[in-house]
């Protein structure tokens, strides 16, 4: 049976609980046990995959399909986990499937309540994890106090009645402050939110603390007597600038070894030079490259965390600090290129949706394409140049996607499927993982290094293969199909520095020590270009 380990917030939103669940897993990996990571969100829609990203930012997808919680990015980037549907559970995921068993009659009359029927049906996504691993971190999203999260607490409590303190333990990240008029720090957001969590139920073992400064002893023995948690379990969870520091400030405080001991698990090695080598790469960069991000959401970086992260890998690979200008591109579209792009080393256009923006990013490509610059389009970045090679190369001046201008007469893009009385948005997506063949001797193939891959996809539209031989003919290279259903995936220019397009997500795929070979690639060309022009 595996051992549990519970993570719960207090105090207010966006503390970093993610961030801590994934840093506790990469350091119990690093002592070689089995881990996995799961979220469970309070909310009622089924999943975020139709939710506004200002609001909830960025939408995770997994290899089986699943719209996930941008935390679910956080455990595969820290551990080796592969996260899927199982990993995330939302209030509306779990109620949706109770009501559905209650309409089919699978509760034989009895009445429904959220004690024992909701809290019975979270438990056992609890468990739909376990396989053969060692430990299961579970992610308990929003703030002790909120009703809706109450069910889920209270599904945490009876575990800890049902497998005891030696199989499962309670992790409460919370808040102290630093008040700067009083040149003091608080311990009183803390004592109320663990007075909160104790009122149903649940003693903390363990408190992380986040705040600017690491805490003295003092401070940590008023938190210990006023939580009734041992002074040694009371752990600071400093401010950083890098995330990936966060496991290795852990380890410095011993939280990995708190938590073997509490479990009851046999003690093994610590590995962590790998990761402290990339750390220590990042902290000190030989050189800078600058990127240029051209979306619609440049406003709220949370709707870019993974695309962001793999850029960042990317350019610790290369011993590289990246500068990400981040580019509105509606502003692009009132302004001159030159006046927005001009100090760019390499130019990303992301993936998105809607006709807010488009023609910015158009301009945006068009500049790149004209000036040599390395350009990286990423899902609806891939259609934009596509459509910009078209309008500007091809001589379809009309060139569009029917989500754009649905009267274009040159459909480049259209709607993968077609479904009618399709009411459900997610119903139309290409989701999760396909295999792509790429083109031997393609800038592609030689970047990846072999001939098939698969990649995560999450969008609506595709290439519209009745244009391939005039757009082909004009230079556009196809260098990636699906085979299965013979769809474009991955697009390129010759005589070009750098000039890719791939309609998938591959942010999704990279990790810290193990940067994708795209973004790998893209970020090279990028700081050879600047290098170039620094010479001239």
Not at 489 to 498: A, C, F, S, T
Request: hydrophobic share 40%; aromatic share 8%; net charge positive.
């Amino acid at each position: 049976m595996p051992k549990f380990i519970f993570v719960t917030g207090g105090v207010l939103s966006a503390l970093g609980k993610g961030i801590a669940a994934a840093s506790i897993g990469m350091l119990l990996e690093s002592h070689g046990y089995k881990i996995t990571l799961q979220k469970f969100d309070p909310y009622l829609n089924v999943d975020p995959g139709t939710m506004n990203p200002f609001q909830h930012g960025e939408v995770y997808v997994t290899d089986d399909g699943a719209e996930t919680d941008l935390d679910l990015g956080h455990y595969e980037r820290f551990t080796s986990t592969k996260t899927t549907k199982a990993h995330n559970w939302t209030a509306g995921k779990i109620y949706e499937t109770i009501l559905r068993k209650e309409r089919e009659g699978q509760f034989l009359g009895k009445t429904v309540q959220v004690i024992p029927h909701v809290t019975d049906e979270i438990k056992s996504a609890f468990y739909a994890v376990s396989n053969d691993n060692d430990i299961i971190i579970i992610e308990i999203g929003g703030t002790v106090g909120d009703i809706e999260g109450l069910p889920f607490l209270e599904a945490i409590r009876q575990m800890r009645l049902a497998l005891g303190p030696e199989n499962t333990l309670f992790v409460h990240l919370t808040l102290v402050p630093f008040i700067k008029t009083s040149g003091e720090l608080k311990t009183k957001p803390t004592q109320h939110s663990v007075k909160e969590l104790r009122a149903i139920g649940i003693q903390p073992d363990i408190i992380l603390c986040r705040t600017d400064r690491f805490l003295g002893p003092e401070i940590r023995q008023k938190i210990s007597l006023f939580t009734n948690v041992p002074l040694e379990a009371v752990i600071t969870a400093k401010d950083v600038d890098n995330i990936y520091e966060i496991p290795l400030i852990f380890a410095q405080q011993g939280l990995d070894k708190i938590i073997i001991n509490r479990l009851h698990l046999p003690p093994r090695r610590r590995q962590l030079k790998k990761w402290k080598d990339m750390v220590e790469r990042r902290r000190h960069p030989r050189d800078e490259v600058n990127i240029a991000l051209v979306g619609k959401y440049a406003g709220l970086h949370d709707s870019y965390i993974s695309l962001k992260q793999a850029l960042d890998h990317a350019g610790t690979a290369h011993h590289l600090k990246v500068n990400i200008s981040w580019v509105e591109a509606e502003d692009v579209e009132d302004q001159s290129p030159e006046c927005l792009l001009q100090d760019a080393d390499g130019i990303l256009v992301p993936g998105g949706f809607g006709v807010r923006g488009i023609e910015g990013k158009i301009k945006a490509i068009t500049y790149a394409r004209r000036n040599q610059i390395p350009f990286f389009g990423i899902c609806l970045g891939m259609q934009c140049a596509t459509i910009e090679f078209a309008r500007h190369v091809a001589g379809l001046k009309e060139a569009n996607s029917t989500e754009f201008n649905a009267r274009t007469p040159h459909k480049v893009f259209f709607k993968w499927r077609e479904l009618k009385n399709v009411k459900q948005l997610g119903g139309t997506m290409r989701l999760g993982a396909y295999l792509c063949r790429l083109k031997k001797g393609s800038l592609a193939e030689k970047t990846y290094g072999r001939l098939t891959i698969w990649e995560r996809h999450r969008h609506r539209y595709e290439f519209n293969p009745a244009f391939e031989p005039i757009l082909s003919k004009a230079g556009l290279i196809i260098s990636g199909k699906n085979p299965d259903h013979n769809l474009v995936e991955i697009i390129e220019l010759p005589d070009h520095p750098w000039f890719l397009g791939c309609q998938f997500h591959p942010e999704f795929k990279s990790k810290p020590l193990q940067p994708h070979p795209l973004f790998k690639a893209f970020i090279g060309a990028s700081y050879a270009y600047r290098c170039q022009k620094n010479k001239a």
